[in-house]
């Protein structure tokens, strides 16, 4: 049984279009991830630290921050490490980021010991605290009397 040619083109291009999809999804998603590490798991990752693209938390460290337009040099600190962080991006730090803030760094590590972030989060612990529930003061009131029907 002989496939007539039109059906044979068509056959080819949906494979073609196929694989091209599928190879898009596997290269996206590669591209796409990163890693977590803490700071001292970074500093402990050897080479392989300078190929990966990665998420670094810590606390910003007091009076390390410089500011250049929408850059932005500081210093993150975790459990005894530090890590100097150099922050070039699209947009501005955000407004939470201070001194004493807690932020997390999207980049990559680079050979001269600095971070190099793309993407910067950040947050004031005291602002998104829960705030203290107000005293249950219902029991301080008088009973009210129930109103004859």
């Known amino acids: 049984m ?7 083109r068509i056959g080819a291009a949906a494979v ?20 977590y590490v803490t700071i001292g798991e970074l500093q402990a990752m050897g080479n392989k630290a300078y190929t990966r693209h990665l998420r670094v938390a810590g606390d910003v460290a007091a009076n390390s921050i410089a500011r250049s337009g929408t850059n932005a040099q500081f210093v993150l600190t975790e459990q005894g490490h530090t890590l100097r962080v150099s922050y070039q991006g699209i947009e501005p730090p955000p407004d939470t980021f201070k001194d004493g803030s807690q932020a997390l ?9 600095v971070f190099h ?16 529930p107000a005293p249950n003061t219902a029991s301080l009131q008088s009973p ?3 109103v004859p029907r």
């Open 117 to 132: 972030a793309t993407e910067l989060q950040a947050k004031c612990a005291s602002k998104y605290a829960a705030k203290k």
């Open 105 to 113: 760094a999207m980049g990559t590590y680079g050979r001269d010991g």
């Open 2 to 8: 002989k496939i007539p040619g039109q059906t044979f």
């Open 16 to 35: 073609i279009i196929l694989g091209t999809i599928i190879y898009l999804a596997i290269s996206g998603v590669q591209a796409d991830k990163s890693y």
């Open 144 to 146: 009210v009397a129930p």
